[in-house]
């Protein structure tokens, strides 16, 4: 069974934080960190009929960036979706605001998830400041990850996928980056497609899982290289995580003139 999103789980004491987590004190380990909206102002929650089915991360007042998947079925129902931000808790807090506009990559694929990206347009603008509610910086065009860096990832999803409920309260866990053709070979034995529009991370069980799709995966700078996708199980050891690779040129190419078209 596909997962379509995070077991937040602690990686070894040998991996060190980044920066902002190491300097909040109150981050604790269980099963995962405890995080503050603070740590990840760009974060956002997206809940549908008052239950949360996936995160997104701010690209401006206007634009939340999300996973394909949490969007390709959202024609005409747009008024079910409810987006959270600048609050450590999923279901309160923060600035909450509706959608106006939907859209998934063209060449998404629903069945293998290639291209797994998609934009929300919100009906209000968002109240950002430079505390807890901030655009992301994303990754340049381009650029490739190092085999072993540090990734980290955030959201409020399920902690294991046999648990039907989700945390209130932020958490985040640090994977490290692998060589995709790992990732390519170890999926090629169940037939799913790995391509270059993808991330692959794991490290012994520590993984994403259902509720995290569409939330952002950034390196040590809080710089955005991904955004939360699929993978088999949720913390499966012998398959780690796939994750929309944002400095994939046409991906990318799609989100800047998306956000820059003007919407009818």
């Not at 040998?14 to 102002?41: M, Q, Y």
């Not at 039907?164 to 692998?178: C, I, W």
Request: aromatic share 6%; glycine share 10%.
């Amino acid at each position: 069974m596909l997962r379509l999103t995070i077991v937040l789980a602690s990686l070894a004491a040998c991996h060190a934080l980044p920066r902002p987590l190491e300097e909040n004190s109150k981050l604790k380990i269980v099963g995962g960190l405890t995080a503050d909206i603070k740590d990840f102002p760009f974060q956002v929650s997206l809940r549908r009929d008052d239950v949360i089915y996936c995160g997104g991360s701010i690209l401006s007042e206007h634009w939340i960036l999300t996973a394909g998947h949490c969007v390709y079925d959202l024609h005409g129902d747009l008024a079910s979706v409810k987006i959270r931000v600048g609050s450590t808790s999923q279901s309160s807090g923060g600035q909450e605001v509706g959608l106006a506009w939907a859209a998934t990559h063209p060449q998404f694929n629903i069945r293998t998830y290639v291209y797994d990206v998609g934009l929300l347009k919100v009906d209000t603008p968002l109240v950002l400041n430079k505390v807890s509610a901030r655009p992301t910086r994303l990754v340049a065009a381009g650029k490739s990850l190092t085999p072993g860096q540090l990734l980290t990832i955030s959201g409020w999803g399920r902690l294991a996928i046999n648990n039907p409920d989700a945390p209130d309260h932020l958490l985040a866990v640090m994977l490290p980056n692998l060589p995709l053709e790992v990732c390519k070979g170890l999926y090629a034995t169940r037939n799913l497609l790995v391509d270059d529009t993808m991330i692959c991370a794991g490290f012994g069980g520590k993984d994403s899982c259902k509720g995290d799709s569409g939330g952002p995966v950034v390196d040590d700078q809080q710089v955005q290289v991904g955004i939360v996708s699929w993978g088999v199980g949720c913390g499966d050891v012998g398959y780690p995580g796939l994750y929309s690779n944002l400095a994939n040129p046409i991906l990318r190419q799609w989100i800047v003139q998306t956000v820059e078209a003007p919407q009818s």
